[in-house]
């Protein structure tokens, strides 16, 4: 009983088992009582009245015993209960019964005798109260000529004719109920087989999922609630197959995004190991070089820890009551350096009387920063880079517009998913695909949301909205 199987097969089983065998106990009884023997006692009640008519018809023979007698010999013999005739005050006239024959012509205690006399109806006296036992009698009242009632004929069965068929209809019922038993054993373990094989398989491909086999997915089939289970464990599959392919992806991406900076500091460190340090220009160039090479690297660390933090759970805000317009404009004093240095038109529009929100400045720093270093990378010299803000009801706005390459419509819906890097070429094929995910994240984090309008060729815009009410 260890298996699940098993234990629905006998969850199955158990109520015919218990039900069953009751059920033919109460039907056999129920067939005996109340079907046979009643049936018995309706039968023997007709025969009766249609004695009690002819014997009416001839009404010389309640006062001749020999008469009496040619009538119950003649008319007893053609019914299987045994007949007696007995007058109104209860004398023994004739009977058929060897019991009795020694008893005719005197006075019996007959059951319900006076009762049947007085009412001129059929009596039932006893059909048989345990199986097996006792007898169906009716005693049917004879009407004379002068609507007296001038005997009383009695029929007794003892229902041995149908105790001796009714074993044969307790055979047939015993065996239709064996039926029933083993069509229900039947349909409990089809059922259970059902439902254990889907679980089976689940458990199976569980295992097979830790012991580092490749994943797959199981049909949908079974119950609602196994259903539901396959579903949760494909789902669960299918990210599982995500994250695999976001760990093979970031692998990717380090090695290409840490190899470069790496090869280029070294590089500049045997150039300057080579004689490049007497050269003071050239030391100049080169130390800038591996300065921008070290703060790539500072920025790829911090987008990895960003990552490592959203892995570890809900990212944790320090929010603080902050002037917006004039954190803004001291913000973006480093990124208007970054593009001027590229030869980019930079223009900001920020007003004085932007509310105070309480916000963790450094997350929305880091968000707003790698959105505008995205428009600085990504936006060829002498284009333009702008940066802007306003309310709107109950929200703050940033917008960052560029006249960069633009976006392609199908690649907007997932340039915030996590490693995504867009077509070579076009607007992302560098760094890790992390940026626009953080900057998405932070932004959530604090209740807000980030809006995206581009196409190919004309640039950029992302707006940044937060709740002022935050």
């Known amino acids: 009983m260890r298996s699940l199987r098993a234990r629905l097969i006998l969850s199955h089983v158990m109520p015919l088992i218990i039900v069953i065998p009751l059920v033919g106990v109460l039907l056999t009884y129920l067939l005996e009582t109340q079907v046979l023997l009643a049936g018995s006692s309706n039968e023997l009640e007709l025969q009766a009245a249609l004695v009690a008519e002819a014997a009416a018809q001839n009404p010389q023979i ?65 059909y048989g ?19 007296d009632v001038i005997g009383v004929i009695r029929l007794t069965d003892p229902l041995s004719s149908v105790y001796a068929r009714f074993p044969r209809t307790r055979t047939l019922i015993i065996a239709v ?20 094989r889907p679980l089976r398989r689940a458990t199976q491909a569980v295992s097979q999922m830790a012991e580092g086999h490749p994943l797959t997915e199981l049909p949908e089939q079974g119950p609602n609630e196994v259903r539901m289970l396959l579903r949760a464990f494909n789902t669960l599959t299918n990210q599982r197959r995500e994250l695999e392919k976001s760990r093979k992806r970031l692998l990717a991406n380090l090695v290409h995004e840490l190899g ?34 070290m703060q790539l690297m500072r920025r790829l660390l911090d987008d990895l820890t960003q990552l490592y933090d959203q892995a570890l759970g809900p990212l944790e805000l320090e929010r603080k009551p902050v002037a917006l317009s004039p954190w803004l404009t001291q913000m973006l004093t480093t990124w208007r350096e970054a593009a001027q240095n590229k030869n980019l038109h930079w223009n900001t529009d920020i007003p004085d009387n932007l509310p105070e929100l309480n916000l963790d400045a ?32 109950s929200e703050v706005w940033i917008r960052v517009h560029d006249t960069g390459v633009g976006i392609p419509p199908e690649e907007q819906t997932r340039i915030f998913d996590p490693f995504y890097r867009g077509t070579t070429g076009r607007r992302f094929p560098q ?40």
């Open 431 to 470: 760094g890790m695909g992390l940026g626009l995910s953080i900057a998405r994240d932070l932004i959530a984090a604090h209740g807000g949301r980030i809006e995206v309008e581009s196409a190919p060729g004309v640039g950029s815009t992302f707006t940044l909205w937060l709740p002022a009410s935050k």
């Open 129 to 147: 109260e345990r199986p097996g036992t006792g007898a169906a009698e009716v005693l049917m009242p004879v009407i004379g000529p002068t609507l």
């Open 62 to 126: 309640w006062y001749n015993p020999l008469q009496a007698a040619a009538f119950v010999s003649q008319v007893g013999g053609r019914l299987s209960a045994r007949m007696m005739m007995l007058s109104a005050d209860g004398h023994l006239l004739a009977t058929n019964d060897t019991a009795y024959r020694d008893q005719l012509g005197e006075l019996l205690d007959v059951p319900g005798l006076r009762e049947t006399v007085q009412t001129r109806q059929a009596l039932r006296v006893d």
């Open 362 to 393: 450094d997350r929305i720093g880091q968000a707003l920063g790698n959105i505008i270093s995205n428009a600085v990378k990504y936006t060829f010299p002498g284009g333009e880079v702008a940066i802007s803000a306003g309310t709107k009801e």
């Open 177 to 196: 109920l064996a039926g029933g038993a083993l069509v229900g054993v039947v349909a409990g373990w089809l059922l259970a087989v059902d439902l254990a």
């Open 260 to 293: 470069r900076p790496l090869g280029a500091l070294l590089s500049a460190t045997q150039a300057l190991a080579g004689g490049a340090a007497q050269d003071a220009d050239l030391r100049r160039e080169l130390l800038d070089g591996m300065t921008g090479q």
